[in-house]
């Protein structure tokens, strides 16, 4: 990290203003005494930014959120895990309504002040009333340090909760920026089964804080793949109540450079989070292609071999079978020609202009068995670079899958 | 099956004038005595077809029979499995060109009448002498019921050996039309590590050969995936040797669409055997989407749907998630629209315009423990089709892919 900003501990109720809580309302069939229920709220009115996932079929809470973003003074944002609220028609729109009508009542707030998200199995119908019950109480939860709770509530196949938050001067002005996440299966680049709350006391315009939210996020979010699916329900959202009392943060100044760094090293911190917490996941591959003749070709490459389930299988076995690499990136569509292609595991050569190299197979066998490397692929056509974030497909994957 | 043609026994070597044989070569390293060489022969001139993976990284025998299959008389395949000969550089090259010209050497024939498939390990280089050695004497394993033999030979983590062919009239004559092939993992549209060599003895020119060749593999190979990867060792060949003495067939004749029909029916049986004997594989799911608004958004619905780790790993677990199977249609880039979308299992309504229908799950549920079932969907835009054939993601199929 760089000394321009440092972590510190908080999460997403770190900024000055922000405050969160959880609750239950038994969302999931049979489910145990576990959290599914998250609320944020901001003391102070906030501007809003969001990316939303590009699934054609979008769950009833992205579309709703998508409408209440274009609120000029948002305050809260509920989400639970437990049902997606997906593919669940107009009743899912009504209820993902009624979940932000619930907060807005027990916060005196209007509704589109509220954003909305959910996560969970797709297709089955919300247990609304039970849900409007629990929000009604839910304001008492709300504390200074309730983000871990918060992070807890929305963890569906997560084994750990994922926050963060970092503060840095601004022209004079303290400034910090937290989060929460949740990922496991379903990731993929793109966005996938993850939502991820974001929060700042900085002040600044809405177009420059999505413009913001939009880099972070295709820098850390759009980097992870675990399946390769991409989910009906992911949701990034940041929202900036400016209480740190900072000058404005206008486009292109240091002061937006330094923002930026700060803000991409969250979602990157909470996208490495959601790799490392994958399904099943026993490694952590970092993949990045070099040499590529566009940027279009350096990521069509990097996502077909962080996608191939043969080289996510060979990494499993410790495997550092680069053959599979070499063929998946030939199915990419990215321009390459096999004999400039050089291929190294953690630096070490694996592949020289096409062919195996001379490094002993027992030395990449080494890298392979290593918890985290690193593959890097040099196509030795250009310029253009690509870095994806993955992980081995592994037995326990497709028994986690098998069914609910 | 339709009257029009029958099965017969005899594989690639049922046609007239086409004999086989198989011998072994310790090609792979440590190989028990498996056969893992295969000659096919016509013992009259040919014309020949044949299709080639669309992958840029092209194996060297690949590279090879692209330039011998524009000879005018083919008269032999010789091919390999335990090594792939892919990513071997200039001596791969050379090696697949040695095994043209000991073949040629053998029988009497010039290294261009001879085509070379390999099928095994990636950037390996081939063990040419022992290889070479064995093709000296393989000619007197040439039998005329050496089919199995040779489709043993090709066999890699295949667990049968896959052999089919069909006898028709033809304008009085009676034509044969047989074939072999190996499949196993890394089966996906374009081709796969796939092997399939087909023969007949009908005479027809090489364009209407190659024409119906397309037309048989781009509904039968094309058409199955198993884990979405794609080889660089594809190949499909057909050659033709006349001898069965119908006048040649014209395009666009009653008797060009008996062929081809006959073709389509051997290449779309070899595809199922793939299919069934995928690595790993527990069942046998055939995809098929209708109602598309154009044939590349019913392709591309179906083969997301197809290779989508998580809809795999429901199958496996005999999870009918439809939610699943929404949701990769969602993020196919195929036109649909959520609520119009209807899905069925073996015909009983699943989802209903994007919603839940009223089928009881455990009527779903019992479909999907079937060992063969069909999933229908129906986007409700136009009229375009698509079927591909598929199966589940099991544990074993992890396992088996672990390393080698």
Not at 15 to 24: H, I, L, N, S, Y
Not at 243 to 254: D, E, T, W
Not at 299 to 320: H, I, M, Q, Y
Request: proline share 2%; hydrophobic share 45%; net charge positive.
């Amino acid at each position: 990290m760089s000394a321009l900003f440092s972590e510190i501990i908080g999460g997403v109720t770190a900024p000055e203003g922000f405050v969160a809580g959880a609750g239950f309302a038994a969302i999931k069939e049979g489910s145990t005494r576990k959290y599914d229920l998250a609320l944020i709220l901001s003391a102070a009115p906030t501007v809003g930014a969001a990316t939303f996932t590009t699934n054609k079929v979008k769950a009833a809470p992205v579309r709703v959120s998508m409408v209440h973003l274009r609120s000029a003074d948002l305050r809260a944002i509920i989400a639970n895990s437990g049902n997606a609220n997906a593919c669940t028609g107009c009743v899912g729109i009504e209820h993902a309504k009624r979940m932000t009508k619930a907060v807005a009542a027990a916060l005196k707030l209007r509704e589109r002040q509220v954003l909305v998200c959910s996560t969970g199995r797709i297709g089955v119908e919300m247990p609304i009333q039970r849900i409007e019950r629990e929000i009604a109480v839910l304001p008492k939860a709300l504390k200074k340090n309730g983000s871990q709770n918060a992070a807890r509530a929305i963890m569906t196949s997560d084994t750990f909760a994922k926050e963060i938050a970092v503060e840095l001067k601004l022209g004079g002005a303290l400034v910090r920026i937290g989060g929460i996440a949740k990922g496991a299966g379903m990731i993929d680049p793109n966005m996938a089964t993850m939502l991820c709350f974001l929060s700042t006391d900085a002040a600044l315009g809405k177009k420059e804080l999505q413009s913001a939210l939009s880099v972070a996020v295709e820098q850390s979010f759009n980097r992870i793949t675990i399946d390769g699916d991409m989910s009906t329900n992911d949701t990034a959202i940041l929202l900036a109540n400016g209480l740190a009392g900072n000058a404005p943060i206008r486009k292109g100044s240091p002061e937006a450079k330094l923002f930026q760094a700060a803000l991409n090293y969250v979602t990157r911190a909470l996208a490495c989070m959601m790799v490392e917490d994958g399904e099943g996941v026993s490694k952590f591959v970092e993949v990045e292609v070099k040499g590529a003749a566009t940027f279009q070709d350096a990521r069509k490459a990097a996502e077909a071999v962080a996608n191939s389930t043969l080289v996510k299988c060979a990494w499993f076995g410790g495997d550092p079978n680069w053959g599979r690499i070499m063929d998946a990136i030939g199915y990419s569509s990215a321009r390459m020609r096999e004999e400039m292609v050089d291929i190294f595991y953690d630096g070490l050569s694996a592949v020289k202009n096409g062919v195996a190299s001379k490094t002993p197979f027992g030395k990449l066998r080494e890298v392979a068995a290593r918890k985290r490397f690193k593959v890097t692929i040099d196509l030795q056509l250009g310029a253009a670079e690509y870095t994806v974030f993955t992980t081995d497909l592994t037995t326990r994957y497709v028994e986690l899958n098998m069914g609910e």
